[in-house]
Structures are given as C-alpha cells and as structure tokens.
C-alpha cells in the first residue's frame, strides 16, 4: 500500500523523503571507487564516519520505484553512506528524491535485483545480482547476509 501511495504523489512531481539507505537496490553489478570530481570512495567514507564531512554535503540520492522496491540512480553514494552506517556513522536514514523511471533513465542498466555488496580493498566494489531475502549465490554456493540496519 506504501509504494501505491508514493507512485500516486510521484502526479506532482518528484519529492523528497527520508529512507532507510538498506532498502534500496544499486542498479548496477559494480561501482567505480573514485568520484567524478576524483575523491575516492575510501577516504570520503572515513570522513563520513568521522564527521569532517556531512550526509548533507552530498547531492541527494535519486531514486526510483520498479516492481515495489527502490532502485538508486546514484550507487556509488548509496554504496558510501550503507558502508559509512555500517563502520559507525550514527544515522538511521538518508534523504532520497523520488523520481519517475522515465526521469531517471536508469531502467536500461537493471539486469537483475542488486543488493550485496562484496567489498575486498576499495578497488573492486562488486554489488551482487543474486540477492534476494538475505540471501545471496556465489560461486562457491549460498550464503548468508542479515543486516542489523
């Protein structure tokens, strides 16, 4: 019934809410390590947690809604802030804007439901097809991924 609700106000435009950054799905099976203006996402991660930089510094993420669930448009900001809450950044949501599909143009990179992050040094940052309920297939079998957030 939410998500109705949220595509019928999407008539007026996109708008802004505040969302729990685990509830959204990246659009894409990897992410780039460095930011357009050349940050990388390591350092800008270790800022966030230690407060020489703000949530609110950050343009806000864009995201849209497909089959019930948010997807980002803005994964590599989306990928900082989960990783940045799990290493201690004290907050429960982050701002997103949602937008309509049509918008955003990010339909064409959905290959599947992107939801795990594996993470092995900042240089390969994998997001992985294969989640669903906590769950996630790799090659080496089932695993299990239960988020406290």
Partial sequence: MKFVIQKLKLADGDYVIEKNSFEIMFSQCTIN?????????KNTIE?????????????????CIINDMFFSSDNQRLYMFQEAIRRGLNITKIPVKIRRITDLNIKWKLKGLYKIIQNNNFKNIIVSKYAKNGRVIEKNGFWNFISKY
Wanted: proline share 4%.
């Fill in 33 to 41: 390590n460095i930011f357009q203006m050349g940050n990388d996402i």
């Fill in 47 to 63: 800022d966030l947690v230690n407060n020489k930089i703000k949530v609110e510094d950050f343009p806000i993420i864009q995201v």
